[in-house]
């Protein structure tokens, strides 16, 4: 129950994308332990599309997360606490953040290649984060390309497209969103393994030398493009 | 049966000039990593990469030339510092960060510069952003600058695999140098990404399928950035002839014509005894004379959009952050005017400055609209995203060539 700790949650029917998120946060720096959340059925790949479709608020795991996260909070109320997640797992850490107690929050979050609606508001998300919340964006992704978003939301997945902004924006909401950090895919990351395909987000390479320096520094790193720039998110 | 022997043969001329012509920045690469500039390597395989992320040899050359590459922008940072030019030192810190995100350096002396001329960090954000930063960079970097660029003798450089079915290996460098074009500094490869940076912006790069407009990195003869530079006829065959050291020129990839550069005298040589045939100029491709006689044409998309748009916009009729009509570029606006929601349909107008070119109704994601601009050059508008919610529509322009 130390911190600091990351969270990993795996996408669907997937088991083994710890290995190399948990080499590249060690290899990166990051000085504390990375566990797994399990979340998914008992079927393996072949019940990848009942995970992908259940994964959202009702999932019997997200309360589960959410409380997790609660305990690790009141033990170390200043310890650093990461949420990475893969795919659909994406879906279950935005749901658990929105299930938080009102003051209990994680310092960042890392969606990877998020299968999590392009139409999903993060506002009540976003209230649980303290610094910064990254989500991966590659037009190359094929799986999400072909498949719908988790949890049977509407619209695009977020890892294709991006986010949208909610189309009414309040002073407070325009705060929150500036926290949403899109990390676009560039040729550059090719030499870090991904490719901007699906589930080569979670090489080893890319979290290393892309996500470890983003989350062992307050100040938001410098090739970091916020979805709302500070001047939009205090500008009424 | 003769006819079918020519079909046959001419279906193995098109793979093989398709083959080489996919892997012409790899040979690039390959080439700048064999005379030892990985600065240029990296930014041969970075295009190569952006047009096939699954090309293999351009993920291994950019493994390859990363650090070297990097290492070489980050001097150049340092040596812009000194000489007090913050501008070019926060792009080059920028550059090292495209390359490797994690170097602590850069991102403290980008901080530093930000501290005292935030202005100019974020003009090199600007050029980041639409991914001009390293052809804006190779043509600032002066030419004396680079003559202190590490000796590839110096430094021993590992030797460049060969990929065993590389076509191109045997054929000459694909992509043309094109003697006659001017030098000039590059030009913007891409504008700015549309206000909201998700959505389908990032699609610019980011990046994919069809290349940008990008810097084709050439080297040359001792000519100053920004003038003609005499090209020799590239051998057909054989190990390409080592560049005289630091002597690049980033031209971008010729779209628009363009003015001829002024002339430098040059010094009287003896005329040959033969005087060789002159190379045929370039058939340049017919144009409408008179854009505005031009009529779109809408076709359905097929697959994945194209990512190498020049501008990527929304219009919406009910999102107040988003106008119904914009401007893309060259006098082309775009306006929607309805969408419906079963099935996904827009409803657009297209607009050649302010004469209305087409208006067509039902317009589905990923069609493809054929237009040209105020100067003629045909460009296509992709529909990327329909919202019926609100009316939203995002588009993308794209240059044809």
């Known amino acids: 129950m130390t911190c600091p700790r990351a969270i990993y949650l795996d996408g669907a029917g997937w088991y083994s994308g710890d290995g190399p998120v948990r080499t590249g946060l060690r290899t990166g720096g990051y000085p504390g332990p990375v566990d797994r959340f399990h979340w998914q059925g008992l079927l393996g790949p072949v019940g990848a599309l009942s995970d992908h479709m259940g994964a959202n608020g009702n999932h019997p795991k997200v309360p589960q997360l959410a409380r997790r996260i609660e305990q690790l909070r009141q033990v170390n109320p200043n310890g650093q606490i990461v949420l990475v997640g893969l795919s659909a797992g994406t879906s279950l850490i935005v749901c658990a953040l929105e299930r938080l107690g009102e003051d209990v929050e994680v310092d960042y979050v890392v969606l990877l290649s998020p299968s999590v609606s392009d139409r999903h508001d993060l506002t009540d998300a976003l209230r649980h984060v303290r610094h910064r919340f990254y989500a991966t964006i590659s037009p190359h992704d094929g799986m999400l390309a072909s498949a719908g978003p988790a949890g049977g939301e509407s619209g695009r997945p977020a890892g294709l497209v991006g986010f949208r902004l909610p189309r009414k924006m309040t002073r407070e909401r325009k705060k929150l969103l500036a926290k949403l950090i899109p990390l676009p895919w560039r040729p550059e990351y090719l030499a870090y393994g991904w490719d901007g395909g699906h589930v080569s987000a979670t090489s080893a390479d890319f979290i290393r030398a892309v996500i470890t320096p983003r989350l062992l520094d307050d100040l938001p790193h410098p090739l970091d493009r916020p979805a709302l720039t500070e001047k939009e998110a205090t500008h009424d | ?401």
């Open chain 2, 1 to 401: 049966m003769i006819d079918l022997c020519a079909r046959g043969w001419s279906a193995v001329l098109v793979c093989a000039i398709l083959l080489t012509g996919c892997n012409g920045d790899v040979t690039l690469g390959r080439q700048h990593e064999q005379n030892g500039e990985p600065h240029l390597a990296y930014e041969n395989y970075l295009i190569a990469g952006e047009e096939n992320p699954d090309e293999g040899a351009a993920e291994a050359g950019l493994r390859r030339t990363a650090p070297a590459a990097a290492e070489y922008w980050r001097k150049r940072a340092d040596k812009a510092a000194e000489q007090g030019d913050w501008a070019l030192a926060a792009k080059c810190h920028l550059k090292v960060l495209q390359i490797a995100p994690d170097a602590t350096d850069s991102i403290k002396a980008l901080r530093r510069i930000q501290l005292e001329h935030p202005e100019l960090v974020q003009q090199a954000h600007a050029s980041a952003d639409s991914e001009r930063l390293s052809g804006e960079l190779l043509a600032m970097v002066e030419p004396e600058a680079l003559d202190d660029a590490p000796d590839p003798s110096d430094t021993p450089q590992p030797p460049v695999p060969d990929e065993p079915d590389e076509p191109s290996k045997a054929v000459q460098p694909a992509k043309p140098t094109e003697p006659d074009k001017p030098a000039g500094p590059a030009k913007a490869g891409k504008p700015s990404p549309p206000a909201v940076p998700q959505g389908p912006a990032p699609v610019t790069r980011p990046k994919g399928a069809a290349a940008p407009p990008q810097p084709v990195l050439v080297t040359a003869g001792a000519a100053p950035t920004g003038t003609a530079v005499p090209q020799p006829a590239a051998p057909a065959t054989g190990p390409p002839a080592k560049p005289a050291k630091g002597k690049h020129v980033v031209r971008p990839r010729p779209t628009t014509p363009q003015k001829p550069p002024t002339a430098k005298p040059k010094p009287p040589r003896p005329a040959p005894a033969v005087t060789p045939p002159k190379p045929k100029p370039k058939p340049k491709p017919a144009r409408p004379a008179n854009p505005y006689a031009f009529k779109p044409t809408v076709r359905a998309g097929t697959g994945k959009p194209p990512t190498d748009f020049i501008t990527i916009v929304r219009v919406s009729r009910d999102d107040d952050r988003y106008p119904k009509k914009r401007d893309l570029a060259g006098g082309l606006s775009i306006k929607v005017k309805d969408t419906d929601d079963d099935p996904l349909e827009a409803d657009m107008e297209v607009y050649l400055g302010r004469r209305r070119t087409m208006r067509n109704k039902k317009l589905r994601e990923n069609a493809v609209i054929s237009v040209v601009d105020e100067s003629a050059v045909a460009h296509e508008i992709i529909i990327l995203d329909i919202y019926d919610n609100d009316e939203t529509v995002t588009v993308g322009l794209r240059r044809v060539d």
